[in-house]
């Protein structure tokens, strides 16, 4: 399960690898400046873009690597009478009332969206505790500060 990935999830690491290739571009300039610079033993900034070109091609290459082995849902495909992967969930925390908006998701795809929900691994354990929970259900999550109980509200 934990090898899929929603649509918007691909195209987002898609967008990051052509950012990768980029910036790769931009590395290698400073690389070649830097060495222009003379004595590479003791030029930080030769050192200093060196290391940027190996964290770049490090992510691309992590990226290319796992996206080959990812399969792309469509959560529009899925079911919403239950939470399941791609499922977007509503819920309402008990002991304060607040209201808690998530996307249940892959591994791969967990960062800041301005879609009011918060991305939640499948693999985590609130997302474990609710894939399978339906409207109505309470969700107990085990966390470091305690128990935390959830209702389901709403399923999209």
């Given at each position: 399960?934990?090898d899929?990935?929603?649509?918007?999830?691909?195209?987002?690491?898609?967008?990051?690898?052509?950012?990768?290739?980029e910036?790769?571009?931009?590395?290698?300039?400073?690389?070649?400046?830097?060495?222009?610079?003379?004595?590479?033993?003791?030029?930080?900034?030769?050192?200093?873009?060196?290391?940027?070109?190996?964290?770049?091609?490090?992510?691309?290459?992590?990226?290319?690597?796992?996206?080959?082995?990812?399969?792309?849902?469509?959560?529009?495909?899925?079911?919403?009478?239950?939470?399941?992967f791609?499922?977007?969930?509503?819920?309402?925390?008990?002991?304060?009332?607040?209201?808690?908006?998530?996307?249940?998701?892959?591994?791969?795809?967990?960062?800041?969206?301005?879609?009011?929900?918060?991305?939640?691994s499948?693999?985590?354990?609130?997302?474990?505790?609710l894939?399978?929970?339906?409207?109505?259900?309470?969700v107990?999550?085990?966390?470091?500060?305690?128990?935390?109980?959830?209702?389901?509200?709403?399923?999209?």
């Open positions: 399960m934990a899929y990935i929603t649509k918007e999830g691909m195209i987002h690491m898609r967008e990051r690898m052509k950012d990768l290739v910036e790769r571009a931009e590395v290698i300039k400073m690389v070649v400046v830097a060495r222009e610079m003379g004595d590479l033993s003791e030029n930080a900034e030769y050192h200093a873009a060196r290391e940027r070109q190996r964290n770049v091609e490090n992510e691309y290459n992590k990226l290319v690597n796992r996206s080959e082995k990812l399969l792309v849902i469509d959560p529009a495909t899925i079911s919403k009478e239950s939470a399941r791609g499922a977007r969930v509503t819920m309402e925390e008990q002991n304060e009332g607040s209201i808690v908006k998530l996307q249940l998701v892959g591994i791969d795809e967990v960062y800041d969206s301005d879609d009011g929900y918060a991305r939640t499948i693999l985590s354990p609130r997302g474990r505790a894939i399978g929970k339906k409207v109505g259900d309470v107990t999550v085990k966390a470091p500060r305690g128990d935390m109980n959830f209702k389901i509200l709403i399923i999209e």
